[in-house]
């Protein structure tokens, strides 16, 4: 899996914008229903600076976008973006797994009774 530079600064972003709670319990409530900033500085105990901070990291990483309507930016989740960082999480479940299915065959190989010891011939009463 090699991720040239640009996209590694692009997951960083991404990554970096999830590492925090608000960010994600922002990103989930306009993954459901777009939402004006007021709106959602409402909902939680910070100044609205605070929140549209938060919407900003949230921007550039892509995982939201802001239009304005009137006097309102509204927010909308990016799908397409959350997707991408599902497939990138899955690439490394997948190789995690290998190596897990890797262990598991180790201790199985391992795990193998040896055989029990002939007696010698000859020696029979």
Same mark, same amino acid.
């Given at each position: ?29 306009? /993954? ?25 990291? /949230?921007?550039?990483?892509? /995982? ?62």
């Amino acid at each position: 899996m090699v991720v040239d530079q640009l996209e590694q600064q692009a997951v960083d972003r991404v990554f970096g914008a999830l590492a925090d709670a608000t960010r994600r319990d922002i990103l989930v409530r306009v /993954l459901h229903e777009e939402s004006s900033v007021s709106s959602l500085a409402a909902r939680y105990s910070m100044s609205f600076a605070a929140v549209q901070k938060h919407v900003a990291v /949230l921007q550039r990483a892509s /995982l939201v976008t802001k239009e304005r309507r009137g006097r309102e930016q509204l927010v909308r989740g990016s799908v397409d973006t959350v997707r991408s960082a599902s497939r990138l999480l899955e690439q490394y479940e997948e190789i995690w797994r290998a190596r897990i299915d890797q262990i598991d065959a180790l201790l199985a190989a391992d795990a193998v009774p040896e055989a029990a010891p002939t007696p010698p011939r000859g020696d029979t009463p």
